[in-house]
């Protein structure tokens, strides 16, 4: 999994608009979830959002719902996470992670994301200024 950042408007400012790309190589999105997490200085990892490419599933975490949205592209193999409204305390290190599919088991959750990623994707760091 391959994470990088891809801004929109310039600087990373306040209100402005960024746009984060998880690529994957040698597996399909199909059989897998695909989760954005970031963690800020000092804070716990947080499972910010979800996707699941085969059925369309998708969750948000409270904190993010209304400014951020997840997206894919399967002929890419990528999956995007728009955030919209940039706040200085969406500062942290954004990172993507796959877990595969299990039936009975909601990966596209709050649970899910905890317990059920698999592989994991380096960090990129997202910086917002005030």
């Known amino acids: 999994l391959r994470s990088s950042c891809r801004r929109w408007g310039g600087l990373v400012q306040a209100e402005g608009s960024l746009r984060l790309s998880c690529a994957a190589s040698?597996?399909?999105?199909?059989?897998?979830?695909i989760g954005w997490f970031r963690q800020a200085p000092g804070k716990e990892r947080e499972g910010v959002s979800c996707?699941?490419?085969?059925?369309?599933?998708?969750y948000y975490s409270d904190s993010v719902k209304g400014r951020f949205t997840i997206s894919s592209d399967k002929a890419k193999n990528t999956v995007y996470l728009q955030i919209h409204s940039l706040k200085p305390e969406d500062t942290a290190v954004y990172s993507c992670?796959?877990?595969?599919?299990?039936?009975?088991?909601?990966?596209?959750?709050?649970?899910?994301?905890?317990?059920?990623?698999?592989?994991w994707g380096k960090g990129t760091q997202v910086t917002v200024s005030s």
């Open positions: 040698g597996f399909t999105f199909d059989d897998y979830a």
């Open positions: 996707i699941t490419s085969s059925d369309g599933d998708t």
């Open positions: 992670a796959a877990g595969v599919k299990t039936p009975g088991f909601h990966l596209c959750s709050a649970y899910g994301l905890y317990y059920g990623m698999d592989y």
